[in-house]
């Protein structure tokens, strides 16, 4: 079965940088895109970054756009957002997203907290 499971996240200081990864298994990586979203308290889910599937084309939301790069490794099925410069309003929990064949797959998710 599909299997999405996110690390990395913590405790930074504005400013700080995080590394988050989304090791995935249960089906062939390199054939799909992958994305990142977050969901921060009391907010709706926020679509973050996307990527294709051989890692040619990128998108980000605005807010991200310059501090926040996505990137894959196809060899290890894994998905990774490297998030520079953080803001307090980077606070969310991030989770890692698969679309295939019609269904949308979630992992459960890891927590980035901004503050000083």
């Known amino acids: 079965q599909v299997q999405l499971v996110e690390s990395g996240g913590g405790l930074v200081q504005p400013g700080g940088s995080l590394r988050l990864s989304c090791a995935t298994s249960?089906?062939?990586?390199?054939?799909?895109?992958m994305s990142w979203y977050r969901q921060a308290p009391g907010k709706e889910r926020e679509l973050v970054a996307t990527?294709?599937?051989?890692?040619?084309?990128?998108n980000y939301a605005d807010s991200v756009k310059g501090r926040f790069t996505i990137s894959r490794d196809n060899a290890k099925n894994t998905v990774y957002l490297q998030m520079n410069s953080l803001k307090p309003e980077d606070t969310a929990v991030y989770v890692c997203?698969?679309?295939?064949?019609?269904?949308?797959?979630w992992g459960q998710g890891t927590q980035v907290t901004v503050s000083s």
């Open positions: 997203n698969l679309r295939r064949l019609g269904l949308a797959y």
């Open positions: 249960g089906f062939t990586f390199s054939s799909y895109g």
């Open positions: 990527i294709t599937r051989a890692g040619a084309d990128t």
